[in-house]
Each structure stands twice: as C-alpha cells, then as structure tokens.
C-alpha cells in the first residue's frame, strides 16, 4: 500500500500559512506529485506563519514553495488544474474560492479535503468531500453575514469580499491545523482511517473533537430534495 500512494498527486490550494505547511508535510511524507497554487505573493508580515523564509519575500508563494519542494507551482488563482489530481488540499481563506473548488472537485469527481482554522487559530474545521459519497462542500454553507472586510477592500478594486480577514494567530496553532488536514488527506489516499466529513478539533487544552456525518445532502450534489422540503 505505501507504494501505491507514494505514486498519488495531491493539489495543494493556497500556500499560505496552512498551505504552506501542509505541502512542506506531504512533500516530506513522500506524496509522489504535489501541484501548488497561489496568486500572492509573500510579505514580511507573512514570515511568523509561513514555511517559507526572508529570502523569498517579494516572490510568488507557490512558486517559491514548489523550488523548495522540488514540484510544480502554478502563480494564480484557482483555475482548471494542467492535470487531475487524486486528491485536493484546498487551504484558501475565500468562501468565492472554495466554491470554485467545490464545482470543479464534484465536476471531475476528485475528492477535497478543506482545511482552515477559526478566529486566532483556536479551532480547526476539516471538511472532508468524496463525490458521491460524502456532503459536498456547499451542504455545509455558512449562514450568517459575510466577514468584516480588512483595509485592502478600500484600495484594491479587485477586492474578494468573502476572503477572510487574517487575524493574529499562532503558528503552532496552525500547525496543529495542517496536522490534521494532512492526516485527513491520508485519509483519502487509504493511508490512514478516514475522518468523518466534518471535523471540528479546538486548538486549545484539552483539544476537544467533534465530528459530524450529515445525512440529508444538498442541491448540488444530490437530486434527492426530500431534505430539502422538509427544512422549508
Ligand atoms: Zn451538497
């Protein structure tokens, strides 16, 4: 079995500061074929949760990540991938952006495992989504308003209004975030047990879990309403 996966590719979405790490992780575990992207590019201010060190400020993250890493790193935003992989790690802060995700993962059938964290990194959420098995992404859309916008909504005219805005958290935190996601993807690959689709591990003593299996699915990715009618 370890060959077997040692021969997978896994996309990574977003080399930020979960990003990052989970692509350093995989790399490291032995992931046959890792594609990384991302449009920014890293700042100074990024350096306290981030993989990658001053001497790559100023470059394009995946980019600079997938030298390091010794795989391709694609400089943009989430488009179509070159290639299918068997496994996406979407990392992105922006709810525009996953859904893009969700769309193209349900599209070709390729399982996505979402991994971010709440606030200042005190709870990690991990959705794990495999076409027709699971909830997809969208059965678990957020209600509530959208998040409080950060300075760059005033002066950016190309401004993701549902990007969440950074907060100040731990790296260590995070770490524990992509801990988690990886071990989720490994999930996927047969590696290691599955985790349940949602996933909900407080970053703080004594790290409390709760998982979550959602039975009535959505209109995206079931034609069956009946769940659907019955929450009218
Ligand atoms: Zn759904």
């Known amino acids: 079995m370890e ?15 979960v990003g990052s790490a989970v692509a350093d992780m995989l790399a490291r575990a032995g992931v046959g074929r890792l594609t990384l992207v991302d449009p920014d590019v890293l700042s100074e201010d990024n350096l306290k949760r981030h993989v990658l060190t001053r001497e790559s400020v100023g470059r394009n993250k995946a980019e ?8 391709t790193g694609i400089p943009g935003k ?20 996953e859904s893009q995700i969700s769309a193209y993962s349900l599209e070709n059938n390729v399982p996505v495992v979402y991994g971010g964290v709440h606030g200042d990194a005190h709870t990690a959420e991990i959705i794990t989504v495999i076409p027709g098995v699971t909830p997809c992404y969208e059965c678990y859309e957020r209600v509530g308003e959208l998040p409080t916008p950060g300075q760059e909504a005033y002066t950016d005219p190309n401004y993701d209004k549902t990007k969440m805005p950074s907060q100040p958290g731990l790296w260590v935190d995070v770490l524990m975030a992509a801990s988690l996601q990886v071990q989720a993807v490994l999930g996927v690959l047969g590696v290691r047990e599955r ?9 703080r003593y004594p790290f409390k879990t709760e998982a979550y299996s959602q039975k009535e699915r959505c209109a995206v990715c079931s034609e069956n309403m009946e769940g659907l009618w019955k929450s009218i």
């Open 195 to 203: 985790m349940a689709p949602l996933v909900l591990m407080s970053l």
């Open 78 to 97: 989430f488009a179509a991938l070159p290639e299918l992989p068997d496994v996406i790690a979407s990392c992105v802060d922006s709810l525009v952006c």
């Open 64 to 71: 600079a990540m997938a030298e390091r890493l010794g795989c």
């Open 3 to 17: 060959n077997e996966w040692k021969s997978k590719h896994v996309a990574v979405i977003g080399v930020g500061s």
